[in-house]
Protein backbone atom coordinates (compact mmCIF):
# COMPACT_ATOMS: atom_id res chain seq x y z
CA UNK A 1 0.00 0.00 0.00
CA UNK A 2 2.71 2.76 1.00
CA UNK A 3 4.24 2.11 -2.38
CA UNK A 4 1.23 2.22 -4.39
CA UNK A 5 0.88 5.95 -2.59
CA UNK A 6 4.51 6.68 -2.93
CA UNK A 7 3.77 6.32 -6.90
CA UNK A 8 0.54 8.11 -6.99
CA UNK A 9 2.77 11.16 -5.25
CA UNK A 10 5.20 10.86 -7.42
CA UNK A 11 2.87 10.89 -10.93
CA UNK A 12 1.32 14.07 -9.27
CA UNK A 13 4.18 15.76 -9.21
CA UNK A 14 5.58 14.93 -12.25
CA UNK A 15 2.45 15.49 -14.18
CA UNK A 16 2.53 19.09 -12.21
CA UNK A 17 5.92 19.61 -13.85
CA UNK A 18 4.75 18.61 -17.09
CA UNK A 19 1.96 21.48 -16.56
CA UNK A 20 4.79 24.08 -15.41
CA UNK A 21 6.63 22.92 -18.96
CA UNK A 22 3.52 23.18 -21.15
CA UNK A 23 2.81 26.35 -20.08
CA UNK A 24 5.95 27.90 -20.61
CA UNK A 25 6.00 26.85 -24.32
CA UNK A 26 4.16 29.58 -25.11
CA UNK A 27 3.24 31.71 -28.19
CA UNK A 28 2.42 35.35 -27.46
CA UNK A 29 -0.70 36.65 -27.66
CA UNK A 30 -3.78 38.21 -25.50
CA UNK A 31 -4.30 34.78 -24.50
CA UNK A 32 -1.43 33.28 -24.64
CA UNK A 33 -1.00 30.21 -26.85
CA UNK A 34 0.56 26.98 -24.45
CA UNK A 35 0.27 23.63 -24.05
CA UNK A 36 -1.16 23.83 -20.87
CA UNK A 37 -4.46 21.94 -22.06
CA UNK A 38 -2.44 19.44 -23.63
CA UNK A 39 -1.09 18.68 -20.65
CA UNK A 40 -4.05 19.19 -18.53
CA UNK A 41 -5.66 16.38 -21.23
CA UNK A 42 -2.44 14.21 -20.96
CA UNK A 43 -2.79 14.56 -17.05
CA UNK A 44 -6.30 13.40 -16.37
CA UNK A 45 -5.82 10.75 -19.14
CA UNK A 46 -2.94 8.63 -17.45
CA UNK A 47 -4.01 10.08 -13.75
CA UNK A 48 -7.55 9.46 -14.07
CA UNK A 49 -10.14 12.06 -12.40
CA UNK A 50 -8.71 12.09 -8.34
CA UNK A 51 -4.78 12.16 -8.76
CA UNK A 52 -4.69 13.96 -12.44
CA UNK A 53 -7.31 16.63 -10.41
CA UNK A 54 -4.67 16.80 -7.65
CA UNK A 55 -2.05 17.28 -10.27
CA UNK A 56 -3.66 20.23 -11.53
CA UNK A 57 -4.56 21.68 -7.90
CA UNK A 58 -0.97 21.16 -7.25
CA UNK A 59 0.51 23.38 -10.25
CA UNK A 60 -2.00 25.99 -9.54
CA UNK A 61 -0.97 25.99 -5.81
CA UNK A 62 2.35 26.32 -6.82
CA UNK A 63 2.25 29.46 -9.30
CA UNK A 64 0.13 30.67 -6.63
CA UNK A 65 2.96 30.44 -4.42
CA UNK A 66 5.14 32.37 -6.25
CA UNK A 67 6.85 29.49 -8.25
CA UNK A 68 6.81 31.00 -12.12
CA UNK A 69 5.14 28.26 -13.37
CA UNK A 70 2.71 29.80 -15.72
CA UNK A 71 3.01 31.06 -18.95
CA UNK A 72 6.20 33.44 -19.91
CA UNK A 73 7.05 32.11 -16.68
CA UNK A 74 4.26 34.20 -14.56
CA UNK A 75 3.81 33.23 -11.07
CA UNK A 76 1.69 34.41 -7.96
CA UNK A 77 -1.89 35.48 -6.72
CA UNK A 78 -1.61 38.22 -9.47
CA UNK A 79 -1.84 36.14 -12.29
CA UNK A 80 -4.75 33.97 -11.12
CA UNK A 81 -6.62 37.62 -10.29
CA UNK A 82 -5.53 38.60 -13.95
CA UNK A 83 -7.43 38.46 -17.44
CA UNK A 84 -6.04 34.84 -17.88
CA UNK A 85 -6.59 33.81 -14.56
CA UNK A 86 -9.99 32.00 -14.94
CA UNK A 87 -8.46 30.08 -17.41
CA UNK A 88 -6.03 28.67 -14.91
CA UNK A 89 -8.66 27.94 -12.20
CA UNK A 90 -10.80 26.85 -15.25
CA UNK A 91 -8.36 23.51 -15.78
CA UNK A 92 -8.93 22.83 -11.91
CA UNK A 93 -12.88 23.14 -12.60
CA UNK A 94 -11.94 20.57 -16.12
CA UNK A 95 -10.39 17.83 -13.49
CA UNK A 96 -12.96 17.76 -11.34
CA UNK A 97 -15.57 17.53 -14.32
CA UNK A 98 -13.64 14.65 -15.30
CA UNK A 99 -13.62 12.88 -11.63
CA UNK A 100 -17.03 13.42 -11.35
CA UNK A 101 -18.07 11.74 -14.66
CA UNK A 102 -15.17 8.97 -14.04
CA UNK A 103 -17.73 5.93 -13.34
CA UNK A 104 -20.02 6.57 -16.38
CA UNK A 105 -16.77 6.27 -18.28
CA UNK A 106 -16.33 3.49 -19.99
CA UNK A 107 -13.76 4.03 -23.39
CA UNK A 108 -11.42 6.32 -24.83
CA UNK A 109 -14.46 8.03 -26.73
CA UNK A 110 -15.91 9.19 -23.01
CA UNK A 111 -12.99 9.99 -21.76
CA UNK A 112 -12.25 12.64 -24.61
CA UNK A 113 -16.07 13.64 -24.47
CA UNK A 114 -15.89 14.73 -20.78
CA UNK A 115 -12.42 16.27 -21.37
CA UNK A 116 -14.09 18.32 -24.20
CA UNK A 117 -17.20 18.98 -21.61
CA UNK A 118 -14.25 19.92 -19.10
CA UNK A 119 -12.53 22.34 -21.84
CA UNK A 120 -16.38 24.52 -22.39
CA UNK A 121 -16.32 24.66 -19.11
CA UNK A 122 -12.91 26.01 -18.75
CA UNK A 123 -13.69 28.40 -21.95
CA UNK A 124 -16.69 29.67 -20.30
CA UNK A 125 -15.31 30.21 -16.75
CA UNK A 126 -11.90 32.12 -18.36
CA UNK A 127 -14.27 34.02 -20.50
CA UNK A 128 -16.31 35.25 -17.23
CA UNK A 129 -13.38 36.35 -15.73
CA UNK A 130 -11.82 38.12 -18.48
CA UNK A 131 -14.85 40.23 -19.21
CA UNK A 132 -14.88 40.52 -15.38
CA UNK A 133 -11.35 41.47 -14.50
CA UNK A 134 -11.32 43.71 -17.36
CA UNK A 135 -14.16 45.57 -16.38
CA UNK A 136 -16.24 45.08 -19.74
CA UNK A 137 -18.84 43.02 -17.81
CA UNK A 138 -22.36 43.86 -18.92
CA UNK A 139 -20.68 46.25 -21.27
CA UNK A 140 -22.28 46.00 -24.92
CA UNK A 141 -19.96 43.80 -27.15
CA UNK A 142 -18.15 42.39 -24.56
CA UNK A 143 -18.76 38.79 -24.57
CA UNK A 144 -18.92 39.08 -28.10
CA UNK A 145 -15.08 40.55 -27.98
CA UNK A 146 -13.85 37.97 -25.42
CA UNK A 147 -15.01 35.36 -27.27
CA UNK A 148 -13.55 36.80 -30.20
CA UNK A 149 -9.91 37.13 -28.07
CA UNK A 150 -10.37 34.23 -26.15
CA UNK A 151 -11.72 30.92 -27.47
CA UNK A 152 -12.73 30.88 -31.20
CA UNK A 153 -8.79 31.40 -31.94
CA UNK A 154 -8.11 28.06 -29.60
CA UNK A 155 -10.89 25.77 -30.33
CA UNK A 156 -8.86 23.82 -33.54
CA UNK A 157 -5.69 24.10 -31.86
CA UNK A 158 -7.39 22.45 -28.24
CA UNK A 159 -8.69 20.61 -30.73
CA UNK A 160 -5.16 18.89 -31.88
CA UNK A 161 -3.90 19.33 -28.53
CA UNK A 162 -6.79 16.26 -27.09
CA UNK A 163 -5.98 14.25 -30.47
CA UNK A 164 -2.40 14.06 -29.52
CA UNK A 165 -3.03 13.93 -25.72
CA UNK A 166 -5.18 11.04 -26.33
CA UNK A 167 -2.62 9.22 -28.56
CA UNK A 168 0.27 10.29 -26.14
CA UNK A 169 -1.54 8.98 -23.00
CA UNK A 170 -1.96 5.25 -25.11
CA UNK A 171 1.53 5.04 -25.90
CA UNK A 172 2.13 5.84 -22.35
CA UNK A 173 -0.32 3.28 -20.63
CA UNK A 174 1.59 0.66 -22.40
CA UNK A 175 4.78 1.97 -20.04
CA UNK A 176 5.35 0.30 -16.29
CA UNK A 177 5.36 3.74 -14.74
CA UNK A 178 1.56 4.46 -15.95
CA UNK A 179 0.12 0.43 -15.28
Not at 45 to 52: D, E, H, P, V, W
Amino acid sequence: MKNKSVRTLTRIAMMAALLAVCAWITVPSVIPFTLQTFGVFLTLKLLRGRAGSAAILLYVLLGAAGLPVFSSFGAGVGVLLGPTGGYILGFILSGLVFWLAEPVMRRPRDENLVLIAGLLLCYGFGTAWFTISGGSWGTPGALKRALTLCVLPYIIPDAVKLLLAHLVAGRLKKLEAFK
